[in-house]
């Protein structure tokens, strides 16, 4: 492919932060290494895609799908629907912007619009971001030519001479940040006070908050430590008002935008288990206690954590336990510098920080 040709690749998938990010990370590699190439997101209506992508300065067009729920609901009379419906855009979609390249990062469009691409013999990637391969992703990989992961072992999910070890696509500014007492001093922190970060991703978890607000107590009784907490946009409302939420050593926030400060300014962060989560950590070398999400596919994010866990890189409280367990976790590790210091190398070593570009020259490598 010469590198002053302009080529059509879409890049389909999306339905939260941990897979629109990276996507968005990927067409900027593209675009850097390939000035001029034509970008088409595709996205569920109504998903966080729908909103961030054009802030990101690339096109979208939305497909009416949604998952299929595990659980009895009348949701499911219309999936059936729904599918048939995004297949046919997904196939108009194809045939307008014919594109020489096809991206699938997770997410409810991403298989239909992989389904089609592939059928009609475009060239086609996908990336999976967890330790765990969804089932859709499963089943299009015999029909893609590239399979980019961030874990090892995926040969028991895909065709093993498809696999390509990249690593998630992580934005780059999330380590640009480095000076902790500047980084607490943006949210209006004690610069010098040891600092937890404790978060549940971009639309916050219930376990996690619960853990906060249950035990007001705790924080009365560590003044010398303080806390970033982001509750998630939909939980601000419950919680800005909680007892724990007015105590002077806890910050909290509805969502945080400066990730890269809130990583610097951490001594030691709280987290579910998201594959870009998990990513952005090893990125930034922070110390972390991870709370795998049980509500999420084949507990993928369970898989995520052992995986670090196994190398000594982080460490793990379930879901259940996280009312009366995360809070005292935390301390303990926050009191343990041997521990934080081993905990950061291991998880640093982990990083992958060119993954963004490494699957572009996948992605590029495809259009013919």
């Known amino acids: 492919m010469k590198r002053d040709s302009a080529p059509r690749i879409i890049i389909s998938g999306g339905g939260t932060g941990g897979h629109v990010f990276p996507a ?38 939305g497909l009416w799908i949604s998952g299929f729920q595990r659980s009895l609901s009348l949701r499911n009379l219309l999936f059936p629907v729904k599918l048939v419906y995004s297949l046919l855009k997904a196939r108009s979609i194809v045939r307008k912007f ?18 089609i691409a592939t059928r009609k013999g475009v060239p086609a990637l996908i990336q999976e971001q967890n330790s765990y391969a969804g089932v859709t992703n499963k089943l299009l990989s015999q029909r893609v030519q590239k399979v980019c992961v961030a874990y090892e072992g995926m040969e028991r999910f895909f065709p093993a001479d498809k696999i390509v070890l990249t690593g998630n696509p992580v934005r780059r500014s999330v380590a640009q940040a480095t000076d902790a007492g500047a980084a607490r001093n943006h949210f209006g922190l004690e610069a010098n006070k040891p600092t937890l970060l404790i978060f549940g991703g971009s639309l916050g978890a219930l376990s996690i908050n619960e853990a906060m607000a249950q035990n007001t107590s705790f924080w009365q009784n ?15 409302e419950k919680y800005q008002n909680c007892a724990t939420a ?9 969502f945080i935008d400066r990730m890269d400060l809130a990583y610097a300014a951490a001594d030691v962060v709280c987290s579910r288990a998201g594959a870009l989560t998990i990513s952005e950590l090893c990125l930034v070398g922070k110390p972390a206690i991870l709370v795998p999400s049980p509500f999420v596919a ?23 336990d996280t009312v009366s367990a995360l809070l005292p976790a935390a301390l303990e590790l ?12 291991n998880i640093l070593a982990l990083a992958k920080p060119n993954a963004a570009e490494e699957i572009a020259e996948q992605v590029l490598s495809l259009v013919k």
């Open 24 to 61: 968005i990370a990927i067409a900027d590699a593209i675009v850097a290494k390939v000035p001029g190439a034509q970008i088409l997101f595709v996205g569920a209506q109504g998903k966080i895609e729908m909103e961030k992508v054009p802030k990101a300065g690339y096109s979208i067009e």
């Open 334 to 345: 926050l009191q343990n510098e041997t521990k934080r210091n081993t905990l950061a190398q």
């Open 298 to 320: 084949e507990d993928h994010q369970t898989k995520n954590a052992q995986a670090l866990v196994d190398k000594n890189a982080a460490i793990m409280v379930r879901n259940a």
């Open 98 to 115: 014919k594109p020489q390249a096809a991206v699938g990062v997770g997410g409810y469009a991403s298989g239909p619009l992989l389904d």
């Open 246 to 254: 007015q105590l002077p050593n806890v910050k909290l926030m509805a």
């Open 222 to 236: 560590n003044p010398d430590v303080q806390v970033l907490w982001q509750c998630g946009g939909s939980h601000h």
